[in-house]
């Protein structure tokens, strides 16, 4: 199969046709479709993983589980500051598992304000999606800045992330979809649907800094995209190209024109 294939098929095809069938499903019986989007990045990673490796080898080994951790805990039937806290202990050990052989073996001091960083963006943003106002887009920025930081992964020579955060873009896809279209005042995408996948991008981006040696400066701006499509509901779609569209546009520009291909993973 010719490699071009093999790189959309489990990238951007499957997801997105996946996630356009679940939001229809969904439409039409009101299912949760957290499990749903679980569901679709998950055989998009084993497409292109393969069979999961017991106990993980490698930083992309352990997705699978810490999204299988963050769903469950996700749906648990307690109060919405006891699931901010256990999803934030999620979030801090999943962290900790990606970086942690290479801090073990030395303290690297800007790594460790990185992942001080990232951990506080990721608290902020769980407690804001647990407890915030519903808006009207928030599969959108997701999938923007999902798709951005596929293109920057994959034009950094980093192919296997390019790969998966571009399947993460895909199946926010059906529901980007819905939110742009559509004329509903809230989104289709579950709370927990929208934590798992902000977990799993946060992982990602961690990923493509500690071990593909991802610019720095493209990463920052694609987390003042987090940040901003946080700071309140998005309900205009403008809204979403001036928080999450234009840093990320910036973060692309950054990386083509500052383009050093040296990295591999």
């Given at each position: ?15 997105l046709v996946l996630s ?72 801090v050990l999943s962290l ?32 804001r999606l647990i407890t ?134």
């Amino acid at each position: 199969m010719n490699s071009t294939y093999q790189f959309l098929l489990p990238g951007l095809v499957l997801p997105l046709v996946l996630s356009l069938i679940l939001v229809t499903v969904m439409l039409r019986r009101h299912w949760n479709g957290a499990w749903g989007l679980a569901a679709i990045w998950l055989i998009s990673y084993f497409w292109v993983r393969g069979v999961p490796v017991l106990p993980p080898r490698e930083a992309v080994d352990w997705l699978w589980i810490i999204g299988s951790i963050t769903l469950v805990v996700g749906i648990l039937p307690i109060t919405s500051h006891r699931q901010w806290l256990w999803l934030s202990a999620v979030l801090v050990l999943s962290l900790g598992v990606i970086v942690w052989p290479v801090l073990s073996q030395n303290m690297f001091v800007l790594l460790s304000v990185e992942l001080v960083v990232l951990v506080g963006i990721g608290v902020v943003m769980i407690h804001r999606l647990i407890t915030g106002t519903n808006a009207t887009f928030s599969a959108l920025p997701l999938a923007v800045i999902s798709t951005s930081y596929a293109i920057i992964a994959a034009l950094s020579s980093s192919l296997l992330l390019g790969q998966l955060s571009s399947a993460l873009a895909a199946a926010l896809g059906g529901f980007a979809l819905y939110e742009l279209t559509a004329k509903a005042k809230v989104t289709v995408l579950p709370v927990q649907a929208a934590v798992l996948a902000s977990v799993w991008l946060l992982c990602l981006m961690l990923i493509g800094r500690v071990y593909a040696n991802l610019s720095l400066i493209p990463m920052t701006l694609l987390l003042m995209a987090l940040i901003l499509s946080q700071v309140s509901p998005l309900h205009r779609w403008w809204q979403v190209v001036l928080f999450t569209g234009i840093p990320s546009l910036a973060a692309l520009l950054w990386l083509v024109l500052t383009q050093d291909a040296s990295s591999y993973y």
